[in-house]
């Protein structure tokens, strides 16, 4: 990601920023999506697990980035 200061608001720009938004635009309510490389955290890996959310992993065709990428869905039973 690029980092911009721009009329004295900082912004960020990038593959990395258009890939952010795109798996967040999966989302539905109560539901949380991230990126494989995000979930590989194991941090918040056993974060999410311990909050109670199970996980899904999946394949999505994310505009502008080509390919399917790997996605995960973590959402409450």
Known sequence: ALAVVREE?????????????????????????????????????????????QTENTRARLKGVGEEAPVYRMYRP
């Open 9 to 53: 608001q900082l912004d960020y720009f990038g593959q990395t920023v258009n890939i952010a938004a795109r798996v967040q635009g999966l989302a539905r309510a109560g539901e949380i999506w991230a990126s494989e490389r995000v979930l590989m955290d194991p941090d918040l890996r056993r974060r999410v697990e311990s909050a109670g959310y």
